[in-house]
């Protein structure tokens, strides 16, 4: 079964993890099921063996072509996989030399997705929620870097739609309407 395949992204503490979970959870009472992948965990678990990070906040500051050849495999070990698949990751990963596309063309062509959303929210907010997360050392950058990250990310975003055919929906999370966003995301899942 080939199943759907869709691409969540969204910068670091927007909240995409938090609105997948709860989308799917909703969905798991209509007998619509996904399997829930975070390709970052599939890229770490290659670096943590080959010994190039040793958590994943390190990863991106890996040199490019460790991060490519990670993005790779991880690619690769995901496309071997079958069924409705969510994939948890980022339309672009900014790095000390400037914005990486998280699904260069050799990835895509790997994955070959139905939909790529792209989740996002005001960058105060989620400036707020990354200074009250303490279990992630988060890259530190004030609400005009996390915009122009999120303004990126629809170029990138665009760019994925025109080598793929997908489509590309966003889904919007502020705070207090986070039920309001689940509903939007389980409606694209459906
Ligand atoms: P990843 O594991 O995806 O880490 P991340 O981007 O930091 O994502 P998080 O899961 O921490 O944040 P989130 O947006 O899911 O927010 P959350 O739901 O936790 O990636 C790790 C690393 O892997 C990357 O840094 C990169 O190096 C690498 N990587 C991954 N994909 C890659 C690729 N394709 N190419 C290259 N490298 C790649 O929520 C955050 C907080 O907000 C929580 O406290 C939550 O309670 C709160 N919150 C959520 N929604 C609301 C709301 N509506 N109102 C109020 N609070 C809310």
Known sequence: MAGKKIIITGVPGVGKTTVVNEALAKLKDEGITYQSLNFGTFMFEIAQKEGYAKDRDEMRRLGKDVQKRLQQLAAKAIAQIQGNLIIDTHASVKTPTGYLPGL????????????IILVETDEDQILLRRL?????????????GIAEHQQFNRSFGAAYATLTGCTVKIVHNPDFLLEKAVTEMAAVLR
């Open 132 to 144: 009250g997360d303490e279990t992630r050392e988060r890259d530190m950058e004030g609400s005009g």
């Open 104 to 115: 260069p063309e050799w990835v895509l062509r790997e994955i070959m997705p139905d939909v």
